[in-house]
């Protein structure tokens, strides 16, 4: 019989979200969590020093497209829910080698699910009605919007388009279908740009916090004014939280910070606040080090979420405005320089090479 006492299972809990996942977790909770993660270059073990050692947590390396591990998992841990956040995540990788993200967001939620489906079919089914399998997908499903438009709502078309989008995209509608099919009792959110400590320095806030600690130009794609929604991870992880509690089967739920910025805005803020918490740093004004360069291909203009089903049936809102979400984060990149230092060494130069080589004027 499965409890609120009984595991559950987070896939990806060692990359950005996921760690601020079970963190959140393991501290506001405290039920058993088993973190099935492959460690790519993407995850992070010392994010979760914090819970290693805690009764209750249990990480196991491996690739969710291992079905028999998947399986062995489930049989042994007996989850009441799955936590599907594994993947590849960055668009611009995605443009460069779109393979891996196909084989891991498509192929590997098809694995999960399957093993998932096994597992489920076989408990009594009380068990089966509580049960809860929760992927946590993207905006980027819905394509762009143009200035006018009405931000993104649940009943919206997918018009994904770079590999990333797509392959969440096929992700999606793979959970949907294994709902519909099989009845499986999968919720669905798609949630904008997080941002927020122990980010990857790949995606925009860390990679210019990053740079313009260090005096480097700081790349700015096309003319800088794409629209983004960005969410504090920690808002993220608490709509995670309730979507899983009060979620209904079946259902999607739009997770976003109602805070449209321009990308030359965002930049701009940070700058500001990197030149108010480093008086004495030679590179003053910070917003000086921006620098226009080539555009992303097919880059999305404008993402903006309407989160109200969220808020009128999780009862769900981000506490965190951007001004308070960024302070926070600027203030950890800063006192975390050894974190910083780790994950930029090795293999991040050459990808540094390869995204930024292209696009010099
Ligand atoms: P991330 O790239 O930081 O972390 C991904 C994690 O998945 C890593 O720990 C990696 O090792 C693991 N992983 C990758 N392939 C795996 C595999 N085959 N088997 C097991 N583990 C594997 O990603 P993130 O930014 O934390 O995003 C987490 C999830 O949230 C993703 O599904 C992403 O699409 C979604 N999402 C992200 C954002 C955002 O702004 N970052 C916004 C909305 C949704
Ligand atoms: O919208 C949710 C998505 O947000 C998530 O699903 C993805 O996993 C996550 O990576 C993020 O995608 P983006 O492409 O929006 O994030 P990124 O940080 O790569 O870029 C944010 C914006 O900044 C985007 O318009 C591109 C721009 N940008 C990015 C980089 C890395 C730059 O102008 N310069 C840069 O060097």
């Given at each position: ?5 009984s ?15 079970v ?9 058993p ?41 489930l ?25 891996e ?28 009605e ?42 999606d ?19 904008s ?7 990857f ?7 210019v ?19 983004r ?22 259902q999607?739920y ?44 097919g ?16 009862g ?10 960024l ?8 006192d ?5 230092q ?12 390869t995204?930024?080589a292209?696009?010099?004027?």
């Open positions: 019989m499965l409890t609120q006492d595991p559950i299972l987070v896939t990806g809990g060692a990359g950005f979200i996921g760690s601020h996942f963190l959140d977790w393991m501290a506001e909770v405290g039920t969590l088993v973190n099935l993660d492959k460690l790519t270059y993407a995850g992070n073990l010392r994010n979760l020093e914090p819970v290693a050692q805690k009764p209750g947590y249990t990480f196991v390396r491996g690739d969710i497209r291992d079905r028999e591990l998947v399986l062995e998992l049989k042994t841990h007996r989850p009441r829910a799955i936590v599907h956040l594994a993947a590849e995540s960055h668009v611009d990788r995605s443009l460069v080698g779109p393979g993200f196909l084989d891991t967001n498509v192929h590997g939620t098809f694995v999960l699910l399957e093993a998932t489906r096994s597992y489920w079919q076989e408990l009594p089914a009380a068990d089966r509580t049960f809860r399998f929760l992927h946590v997908s993207t905006d980027e499903v819905y394509g762009s919007l143009k200035p006018g438009d009405a931000p993104f709502e649940e009943t919206f078309a997918f018009r994904p388009n770079s590999p990333y989008a797509a392959s969440k995209a096929a992700s509608m793979l959970v949907r279908a294994w709902h519909k099919s099989y009845g499986l009792p999968t919720v669905v959110t798609n949630c740009n997080n941002y927020g400590p122990m980010q320095p790949e995606k925009l806030l860390p990679l916090l990053h740079r313009a600690v260090h005096g480097e130009p700081l790349p700015i794609y096309g003319d800088g004014q794409q629209v929604d960005w969410l504090y991870v920690g808002d993220h992880c608490r709509a995670l939280r309730v979507a899983l509690e009060r979620g209904k089967p079946g999607t739009n997770i976003g910070g109602w805070n449209e910025q321009a990308n030359l805005n965002t930049v701009t803020m940070l700058c500001a606040l990197l030149d108010e918490m480093l008086p004495e740093s030679p590179h003053r004004p910070h917003a000086r080090l921006m620098q226009s360069v080539a555009d992303r291909p880059h999305d203009r404008r993402y903006a979420i309407n989160a109200s089903k969220a808020e009128r049936e999780l769900w809102r981000p506490v965190e405005t951007f001004e308070t979400g302070r926070k984060t600027v203030r950890w990149y800063l975390h320089p050894e974190w910083v780790e994950v930029t060494s090795g293999a991040y130069r050459e990808w540094m090479e995204n930024y292209q696009r010099r004027g």
